[in-house]
């Protein structure tokens, strides 16, 4: 079994998701498909957030924009006889809950703080839900999964914090048993371990969430599909020589993403690595291409 990671880019045009869709088929064996949302709509939705809070009414309009484009998505990629179903979810995603929770903000001058954070959580997890929506009906027999019944946080004094523990027994219960050969599920969602409410594991979030799930079901690899090659020696945009680094030690790729190279979450690293799970970092616009392989010596 594999977990395949696909980032906003790699899920955020037609283009995209047919490459998506021929790197699932490609694989022979069982596979967990972890989905960002469509590139821009995580920012979108917080500048809807923002917006609504200082009574900008044109939200409404950006509002569309993201339906619009999730239409349009499943027009091109859903097969003819789901495509219905599949926009009657994203509009009930959009028209009730969405566009409630923003005029909720745009109406309400004296929302008390923790309310509002708990709105801008309950708003911000739309994005994977709507995308892994699409990625579901696109792919034949593909079974959905929600993250947030088994991502879970807590939190802390000071900050939230994942559920490292409850997290791993819920990935084992939810698809140790199945035998269907393609799973969706949605990153960077997940859920407060004791109230249930919506939470999320921070910007960037989706590719740990894939690390969570390949660590906890052994998984024999996981891979990250973005939009460039690999891990480069240097920036390409501002260095003409850079190349793509074949293979590094988790060590070493922890090294740079702490050093802020934005190729992976910092957090996903340490999950894979105690398990000893290869982490293969591939361009989904150019799959087959060798990208970087991070693994142990
Ligand atoms: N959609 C989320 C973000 O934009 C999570 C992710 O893409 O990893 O931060
Ligand atoms: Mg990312």
């Given at each position: 079994?594999?977990?395949?990671k696909?980032g906003?880019?790699?899920?955020?045009?037609?283009?995209?998701?047919?490459?998506?869709?021929?790197?699932?088929?490609?694989?022979?064996?069982?596979?967990?498909?972890?989905?960002?949302?469509?590139?821009?709509?995580?920012?979108?939705?917080?500048?809807?957030?923002?917006?609504?809070?200082?009574?900008?009414?044109?939200?409404?309009?950006?509002?569309?924009?993201?339906?619009?484009?999730?239409?349009?998505?499943?027009?091109?990629?859903?097969?003819?006889?789901?495509?219905?179903?599949?926009?009657?979810?994203?509009?009930?995603?959009?028209?009730?809950?969405?566009?409630?929770?923003?005029?909720?903000?745009?109406?309400?001058?004296?929302?008390?703080?923790?309310?509002?954070?708990?709105?801008?959580?309950?708003?911000?997890?739309?994005?994977?839900?709507?995308?892994?929506?699409?990625?579901?009906?696109?792919?034949?027999?593909?079974?959905?999964?929600?993250?947030?019944?088994?991502?879970?946080?807590?939190?802390?004094?000071?900050?939230?914090?994942?559920?490292?523990?409850?997290?791993?027994?819920?990935?084992?219960?939810?698809?140790?048993?199945?035998?269907?050969?393609?799973?969706?599920?949605?990153?960077?969602?997940?859920?407060?371990?004791?109230?249930?409410?919506?939470?999320?594991l921070g910007r960037g979030g989706s590719d740990f969430?894939a690390a969570?799930?390949?660590?906890?079901?052994?998984?024999?690899?996981l891979?990250i599909?973005t939009d460039v090659d690999g891990f480069m020696t240097a920036d390409p945009r501002t260095d003409p020589t850079a190349t793509v680094i074949p293979s590094m030690t988790y060590a070493e790729a922890q090294r740079m993403c702490d050093a802020g190279a934005k190729v992976i979450y910092p957090p996903t690293i340490a999950p894979v690595a105690l398990?000893?799970?290869p982490v293969w970092v591939k361009n989904?616009?150019?799959?087959?291409?060798?990208g970087t392989v991070i693994e142990d010596d």
């Open positions: 079994m594999k977990v395949l696909f906003g880019t790699s899920v955020g045009s037609a283009h995209s998701l047919n490459h998506v869709k021929e790197i699932v088929a490609a694989c022979p064996q069982q596979v967990i498909v972890v989905v960002s949302a469509l590139g821009g709509v995580t920012n979108q939705l917080i500048e809807m957030t923002r917006m609504a809070q200082a009574h900008d009414s044109n939200y409404e309009a950006m509002l569309q924009q993201v339906k619009i484009r999730h239409h349009d998505l499943i027009g091109q990629m859903v097969p003819e006889q789901r495509q219905h179903e599949c926009r009657q979810v994203i509009d009930t995603f959009i028209d009730e809950g969405l566009a409630s929770f923003y005029s909720l903000l745009y109406a309400n001058d004296e929302l008390a703080p923790d309310f509002i954070d708990r709105l801008s959580d309950a708003i911000v997890c739309h994005g994977e839900i709507m995308s892994s929506a699409i990625v579901t009906a696109m792919i034949d027999d593909a079974v959905p999964h929600f993250s947030p019944n088994f991502i879970k946080t807590m939190d802390t004094v000071t900050q939230r914090v994942l559920d490292a523990e409850t997290t791993e027994r819920l990935i084992r219960e939810e698809f140790e048993h199945r035998t269907e050969r393609v799973h969706v599920a949605q990153g960077f969602i997940a859920a407060d371990v004791e109230t249930g409410e919506k939470t999320n969430t969570l799930i390949a660590a906890a079901l052994d998984a024999e690899c891979e599909w398990k000893h799970i989904t616009f150019n799959p087959t291409a060798p």
